[in-house]
């Protein structure tokens, strides 16, 4: 099972995810957050996601199945310890706003997806006419 009650990183009473992910962990880590929302009243509930430095879309849907599953509860979850990269991903496919990143490391992070590439610097050209031949047909 990829859960456990506690960790000396996570906060207090929350929901760890352990790396590697996949989609047959999610029924497991679903029933167990039922079990931790039972027995706790925070709202959001903290996830601690830390152990997730190499996302992928396996972890993205266990996360949104977790977020429905506390949502099925009337609650939330949000995400402690998230990576950049965690933070990116779930930017890329819209669900940023649906499971939300509490503090670490993702935190100080801008929101959104940066460019991390720079603009290509071209020459500008001038004086350039642009002809028209008889048989070019219009679009």
């Known amino acids: 099972m990829v859960a456990s009650p506690e960790t000396p990183t996570a906060p207090p009473g929350a929901l760890i995810v352990y790396a590697p992910l996949v989609r047959a962990d999610v029924p497991g880590l679903c029933a167990r957050l ?19 430095t190499r996302p992928d879309l396996a972890a993205i849907e266990a996360l949104a199945r977790l977020q429905l599953t506390a949502r099925g ?47 290509e610097q071209r020459e500008q050209v001038r004086d350039v006419e642009e002809r028209v031949e008889a048989d070019d047909l219009p679009l």
């Not at 039922?34 to 997730?52: N, T």
């Open 73 to 119: 509860l009337h609650r939330r979850i949000r995400l402690h310890g998230a990576s950049g990269e965690l933070c990116d991903l779930l930017t890329l496919t819209g669900l940023d706003t649906i499971v939300p990143t509490g503090p670490g490391p993702a935190a100080t992070l801008g929101r959104g997806v940066q460019c991390r590439r720079e603009t």
């Open 34 to 52: 039922l079990v931790l929302l039972s027995s706790d009243r925070a709202d959001p509930f903290p996830c601690d996601v830390s152990a997730l």
